[in-house]
């Protein structure tokens, strides 16, 4: 028994910031950030939660697969930019929702998020243990942006993906997963520091910093590697593949893992011209855009893939 996705969702914020609009208040380019990253433009929230953002696009995952929250057995959210340290994002998702039954959770794994939190769901439900599982990848990384800093707040953005899946015997084919924690600290931000009596610690607190350079050597040998170790593992080739859903991070990275793969750049679909980077929202608000443009039908095989920061990485081939 395997996992099939029968509905999927997103939500993007109202307000769009283009790289002009942020050259108007730093000192930036639409020329050097579209060049260097292909990004054109992010939503920014202004009002929404994250939260809020990953249960409308649940709404619209549950409608498409025709399902209603009460069927719901799990709720998982990637998230690294919940609205609270506790409750989880799951657990206000659970609430507005009202899945009653459901069992709610969050998973931190960055840009890898939703890809660890899809893999959860298929651990619980190939084992027998549930049936149905919303997953959810959603960010409001801007809040976590140091606006002083050009290198790193043009990069980011908002939004929220999700996908209903459900107990089938074909869907998710493959998927590979790890971790290196040991490089973390190329891309991070630190959580509030402690200031008990013991301690008194009074720092400010922290926002992204990135080694880019070096988070872009990681992601162009990791992520075609885990690839295709997974095509391998599934038993098909790279040509067997309809689309390859990567993380939304820089079209430089996109680039060099279709060069690597020999695969033709048609067949890697992006967002990031008008999102940025949503790190776990990435993929699923990707598959959402493909899957709503009509242009996946049942029985395509697609690749997705996650990568970021702890570092994580995760690559599945699922048939659709
Ligand atoms: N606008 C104008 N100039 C800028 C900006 C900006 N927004 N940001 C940095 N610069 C300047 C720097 O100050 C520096 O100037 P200097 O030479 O006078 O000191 C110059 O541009 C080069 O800066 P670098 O940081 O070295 O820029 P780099 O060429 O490495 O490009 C980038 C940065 C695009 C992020 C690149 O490292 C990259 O592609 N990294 C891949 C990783 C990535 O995309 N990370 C995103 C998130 S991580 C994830 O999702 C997995």
């Known amino acids: 028994m395997t996992i099939r996705i029968m509905g999927t969702g997103s939500y993007l914020p109202e307000n769009i910031v283009t ?5 108007r208040i730093m000192d930036t380019s639409d020329e050097w950030i579209a060049s260097r990253t292909g990004i054109r433009a992010r939503h920014l929230v202004k009002e929404e939660t994250t939260a809020q953002m990953s249960a409308e696009a649940a709404k619209k995952a549950l409608d498409e697969a025709g399902m209603k929250a009460e069927d719901l057995d799990l709720i998982i959210v990637g998230t690294l930019s919940g609205d609270y340290v506790t409750p989880s994002t799951a657990c206000e998702v659970q609430a507005i929702l009202g899945a009653e039954k459901a069992v709610a959770f969050d998973i931190n794994a960055a840009c890898s998020g939703f890809m660890f939190a899809m ?14 599982a919303l997953v959810i990848g959603a960010e409001t990384l801007s809040k976590l942006m140091d606006w002083n800093d050009r290198s790193t707040c043009v990069l980011f953005g908002d939004g929220a993906g999700a996908a209903v899946v459900r107990a089938d015997k074909t869907g998710l084919i ?3 997963q790890g971790a290196d924690g040991s490089k973390g600290m190329v891309l991070s ?3 509030r520091m402690n200031n008990n009596p013991l301690v008194k610690n009074f720092v400010k607190p922290d926002y992204v910093s990135m080694d880019g350079q070096e988070v872009y050597k990681f992601a162009v040998s990791t992520v075609p590697a885990s690839i295709q170790k997974v095509l391998e593992e599934a038993d098909l080739e790279v040509t067997d593949i309809k689309y390859f859903l990567l993380h939304q991070a820089n079209i430089r990275i996109i680039q060099s893992v279709a060069k690597r793969l020999k695969a033709d750049m048609n067949k890697f679909p992006t967002t990031l011209e008008h ?4 790190s776990a929202g990435s993929v699923p608000i990707l598959l959402d855009e493909v899957h709503k443009k009509g242009m996946l039908q049942r029985g395509d095989k697609l690749v997705m893939a996650g990568f ?8 599945a081939v699922m048939e659709w």
């Open 19 to 23: 790289n002009d609009d942020l050259a």
């Open 119 to 132: 893999n959860t769901a298929y651990a619980y439900i190939h084992s027998g243990i549930y049936q149905n």
């Open 174 to 176: 493959h998927f590979t």
């Open 189 to 191: 931000c630190r959580g």
């Open 275 to 278: 999102c940025g980077n949503i």
């Open 308 to 315: 970021g920061a702890g570092l994580t990485w995760s690559a």
